[in-house]
């Protein structure tokens, strides 16, 4: 059951700042941490999950680049990646093995204009950055079967990316994964357009629908999108039984944009799509139209989102296009975003940047873009983005590779006191309570819960009381006042106990949690995440 309802609210971020680096902890092992994935997460940026708050401050985090970028390089001369590894690509954990699915690029000139020299290939890994490109003989390349290459009927059809979702849930064994593409097709000129795949293995894949083509490019006939140019290089995920692929384009809107924006087209099935979409995320200075002919301009969003599905929330990954009059002067960097309805996403922080551009003569210098790679592997999470220079693509110079940014544990933002509400000197308020009560969470009546604490700077001086109420904020007498729980304990998943007891048992339908920052050293808490997890 899905532990979180749908009680959506208008919330506003209003006072933030970055936080820079990694904090302390107390580290479980590795195999000691459940998946946050499969429970119930409220962050400390969501104000939809986190309402109601008094006396604190959001501080958002950048991450930090892995030293061994990129964990993925580019081939050998006359491989199929020799050219780019392009990271509109994704990355999954399954069963104790990183998969990475990714762009190759060929460096064949005679081609130099096809789109058939942008082909899906594919990389494994034990760690999450140490890689390998398998020897899948699959695809012959150069006369020979000897790569990394996945295979995808029907063959050449160009990939300009790759996205890969698992699904489980599908009864079908050959459409357990599935694959959202931006391939070209024709109309007067090259036009972008989706081309879902299935596959039972995510290595060889089939098209939705009977497809025959010479070219590497789609024929009209076969297009499952209204006959627009369309990217869906952003991303791909479920949401309430629904597919949604995410991309960007300029056209026209209910709402007027300037340039690029976050767009979303959905399936029941992944066979039949929608012909009407629906504006994911604009950028506040895409409400001031520059005119026709100046599309390249101006501050923009880039290419969707990549999402990380957290069962109730999306988190999100969006492209923080910095435009111009010519190429030369175009950059990219990346923003975050959340969603909590699968549709509308929005900033915890007003145009802030998550993962800025590497400096020049770096791997990732001029722009980075999103792939759909998001991991919690140990203390840390792994995001894994890719590189692109707008400023020289028109040069055809070597491009790409993949590279992952660190955060610790699930610390995307914290919680902390505000201090500036106490005043100076003799003019100073009294004391103020810094506290947050969140939404009312759905549980199952009878089914026992565990709840987590991610946390840090907790000591004895520097403590979270723990309350639970009723959806009307009525304290449940046996968890509130003296029964309250107290953490005082950094960690990423420290358990939260009322009179001893881990499982919670006899809550209501809906509970909500009340936290309050307690301690003469409750300015040193930073407060990210709490899970609510039932007892399976």
């Not at 309802?5 to 919330?11: G, K, L, R, S, Y």
């Not at 055809?396 to 610790?408: D, F, K, Q, S, W």
């Amino acid at each position: 059951m899905n532990m979180f309802d749908p009680f959506f609210h208008t919330a506003h971020v209003s006072r933030m700042v970055l936080a820079l680096g990694f904090l302390t902890s107390c580290p479980l092992l590795a195999e000691d941490y459940f998946d946050e994935t499969q429970v119930t997460t409220l962050f400390a940026f969501d104000h939809v999950s986190i309402p109601h708050a008094q006396n604190l401050r959001l501080e958002m985090r950048v991450p930090k680049k892995h030293p061994n970028n990129p964990v993925l390089r580019r081939g050998a001369p006359g491989t199929p990646d020799a050219k780019g590894v392009q990271f509109y690509g994704s990355v999954l954990r399954e069963n104790g093995k990183f998969r990475l699915w990714y762009v190759a690029f060929d460096d064949d000139q005679k081609n130099k204009l096809s789109s058939a020299r942008w082909r899906a290939a594919y990389a494994e890994s034990d760690d999450g950055v140490n890689w390998v490109k398998p020897n899948l003989g699959l695809v012959t390349y150069a006369g020979n079967k000897n790569n990394n290459l996945i295979r995808t009927e029907p063959y050449p059809l160009g990939f300009v990316n790759v996205k890969v979702l698992a699904d489980p849930e599908d009864p079908d064994p050959a459409r357990r994964y599935k694959i959202s593409t931006h391939v070209y097709f024709r109309q007067e000129r090259r036009l972008g357009t989706l081309a879902p795949f299935v596959s039972a293995d995510g290595l060889t894949w089939k098209m939705e629908q009977p497809v025959t083509t010479q070219k590497a490019e789609l024929p009209t006939k076969n297009l499952v999108l209204p006959p627009i140019h369309f990217e869906p290089a952003g991303g791909l995920y479920k949401w309430q039984g629904q597919f949604y692929a995410s991309g960007q384009n300029s056209m026209d809107a209910t709402r007027p944009y300037h340039g690029r924006v976050a767009r979303a087209y959905r399936s029941p099935d992944f066979r039949q799509w929608s012909q009407t979409s629906s504006v994911s995320f604009t950028r506040h200075s895409q409400h001031t139209l520059l005119g026709p002919g100046r599309s390249r301009e101006g501050e923009q969003t880039h290419e969707g989102i990549s999402v990380w599905n957290r069962g109730h929330v999306l988190l999100g990954i969006s492209g923080i296009w910095h435009g111009a009059a010519d190429w030369k002067d175009v950059t990219i960097d990346l923003g975050f975003v959340l969603s909590n309805d699968g549709i509308h996403f929005r900033e915890p922080a007003h145009e802030w940047t998550f993962i800025r551009r590497g400096a020049d003569g770096e791997w990732d210098q001029g722009g980075v873009i999103q792939g759909q790679g998001f991991e919690n592997v140990g203390d840390q999470t792994y995001l894994y983005y890719g590189a692109w220079d707008p400023r020289h693509w028109e040069e055809e110079p070597l491009r790409g590779g993949v590279g992952i940014a660190l955060l610790p544990r699930d610390r995307f933002g914290d919680l902390v006191v505000e201090e500036a509400g106490k005043g100076p000197g003799d003019y100073q308020l009294p004391e103020i309570t810094s506290e947050f009560i969140t939404m009312p969470l759905g549980v199952t009546v009878g089914q026992a819960q565990h709840f987590y604490m991610n946390a840090d700077g907790l000591g004895p001086e520097a403590r979270l009381k723990v309350e639970l109420l009723d959806a009307q904020e009525h304290p449940l007498p046996h968890y509130s006042g003296v029964n309250a729980a107290v953490v005082s304990h950094s960690g990423y998943q420290v358990p939260i106990q009322w009179n001893g007891q881990n499982a919670i048992v006899g809550l209501p339908d809906h509970v909500r949690v009340r936290v309050v920052f307690e301690g003469a050293k409750n300015t040193h808490i930073r407060f990210s995440a709490l899970y609510v997890k039932p007892v399976k």
